[in-house]
């Protein structure tokens, strides 16, 4: 996270984008993809900051096509404001209740879901990308693989693809699976920055709000024992 004074135009956020990339040793061509809040200065088509990280990563490298998502959570609070969603709610509740409420409906629901092999069956070959179609009839075709599917999560049935047989089905898994994480990441960070600089503590520095940030969304849980033990001497607060 890094603070900005002045003008925020796409340049303006490109220049901290490039500049934090070289801070931290991050090459442009791995990049997978970017999360926006969809507002003009991020996704202008000619000057905006998501077209300039694009141009930027064409030139190191002309095939890679970086996955740009705008988050609508804002526009959807906006919408739950003002309209009833009782007219969707309702029917869905009352759709899972019917199911629910018996266990042969539970099954028969079950087994209609497997027989149109709605989450399995969706894609057609035919209509994905010509450098993975040759790896879906592959992946189609083997029966164990079938089954380490209905077994495994997501996660770990991709794990188990073989690099040699499915090498483009591998990366493209790697770079959507990344996504979601580091998105997670940017989210928690905002939510604990919002929480941690309100209006009586506005005169936070950005060096300790920065220091804030990185131990509240760590996963490193401190030796606070050990931390003890190891000074020699300890000042104790009246």
């Not at 926006?36 to 490298?61: A, F, H, I, W, Y």
């Not at 959570?73 to 969707?88: E, G, R, T």
């Not at 209905?150 to 699976?177: G, I, T, V």
């Not at 950005?206 to 131990?215: F, G, Y």
Request: aromatic share 6%; proline share 3%.
């Amino acid at each position: 996270m890094r603070p900005m004074k002045g003008t925020t135009t796409g340049s303006d956020l490109f220049t901290e984008v490039n500049a934090c990339m070289d801070k931290l040793g991050l090459e442009w061509d791995r990049l997978a993809g970017v999360t926006t809040d969809g507002c003009p200065n991020l996704t202008g088509k000619n000057v905006g900051l998501l077209k300039r990280m694009q141009d930027k990563v064409s030139e190191l490298n002309a095939e890679q096509k970086s996955v740009f998502i705008h988050c609508i959570i804002l526009q959807q609070a906006l919408c739950k404001s003002v309209l009833k969603p009782s007219h969707v709610v309702d029917i869905v509740t009352t759709t899972v209740k019917v199911i629910r409420a018996r266990a042969l409906n539970h099954r028969q629901f079950v087994s209609l879901l497997e027989e149109q092999e709605s989450e399995r069956g969706d894609a057609s070959v035919d209509s994905a990308p010509t450098d993975v179609q040759l790896e879906l009839i592959d992946l189609q075709s083997d029966s164990l693989l079938k089954e380490h599917f209905k077994s495994a999560s997501l996660l770990e049935f991709y794990s188990a693809l073989k690099e040699e047989n499915f090498p483009n089905m591998r990366r493209h898994a790697q770079k959507m699976l990344v996504l979601f994480g580091s998105t997670y990441i940017c989210e928690q960070t905002f939510s604990v920055m919002k929480f941690t600089k309100s209006r009586y503590r506005s005169s936070l520095t950005d060096e300790h709000l920065s220091a804030v940030l990185r131990i509240c969304t760590s996963d490193i849980q401190p030796d606070f024992d050990g931390l003890v033990k190891a000074q020699q001497r300890l000042d104790f607060s009246h």
